[in-house]
């Protein structure tokens, strides 16, 4: 079975200072696919990325940045600059033939 | 609009009085998926469906049923809830049987058993 660990339950910055938020997987899958969400106060969940297990690429968007690394199973995401908009519960989670496994979410706390 | 419904949004009940919380999508989506969020505990999936009539289940399926009749609907069902059942439900659906399909959401429904 999978397990997604996210050490940090808050996590609280000033506006403008960057942060990063950390995932760790575990499985013994090969093939998977991990992703990160965004649960803002209002309570949706918002899809933010996906990531296959072949695919290590860094990526970047806008503020947003997430690093894969397989050789330690982590997901890392990093958010530049943050903004009280950003102030949220992130959720990783990793999926593997239908079947899902998050984690228990960090909540960010932004503060003008 | 392309959209996940679910209702109702919000329920309180007592323990033992069956109920069910419909789930629906109009994106023609092959996969849909139900999920429980307690606090500090993130989402547990609870049953997912890769197709009409196909059902299998997540981590949390006790307490639990669900029928995929027809690929635009998945309730939840639950016979006889019980206080543990108490939690913030979320409907998912997705376009097809692979990963990395975007999973969307529904709004969520909140659920009270007393």
């Known amino acids: 079975a999978q397990k997604v660990t996210q050490a940090q339950t808050e996590i609280s910055v000033v506006e403008k200072e960057d942060v990063t938020l950390d995932c760790v997987y575990e499985?013994?899958?090969?093939?998977?696919?991990l992703f990160w969400y965004k649960q803002p106060p209002s309570g949706e969940l918002v899809f933010l990325i996906r990531?296959?297990?072949?695919?290590?690429q860094n990526e970047i968007s806008g503020r947003y940045s997430w690093n894969f690394q397989k050789s330690t199973s982590s997901f890392n995401f990093t958010i530049t600059a943050s903004q009280v908009v950003d102030s949220a519960v992130y959720f990783c989670?990793?999926?593997?033939?239908?079947?899902?496994?998050f984690g228990d979410g960090t909540t960010l706390t932004v503060k003008p | 609009e392309a959209q996940v419904t679910q209702n109702p949004r919000y329920l309180i009940t007592v323990t033992g009085k069956k109920l069910t919380v419909t789930c629906s999508q109009n994106?023609?989506?092959?996969?849909m998926s139900w999920y429980r969020q307690d606090p500090g505990l993130g989402l547990r999936q609870i049953y997912y469906?890769?197709?009409?009539?196909?059902?299998d289940k997540g981590d949390v399926p006790e307490g639990y049923k669900v029928s995929r009749k027809e690929k635009r609907n998945f309730p939840l069902i639950l016979e006889s809830p019980s206080p543990n059942q108490t939690s913030l439900y979320f409907c998912?659906?997705?376009?097809?049987?692979?990963?990395?399909?975007?999973?969307?959401f529904g709004p969520g429904t909140r659920l009270t058993v007393l």
């Open positions: 998912a659906s997705r376009l097809g049987y692979r990963d990395t399909d975007t999973q969307y």
């Open positions: 499985t013994r899958d090969t093939t998977y696919y």
């Open positions: 990531r296959n297990s072949f695919d290590e």
């Open positions: 989670a990793f999926t593997n033939a239908g079947k899902s496994t």
């Open positions: 994106m023609n989506h092959e996969y």
């Open positions: 469906s890769m197709n009409v009539e196909v059902t």
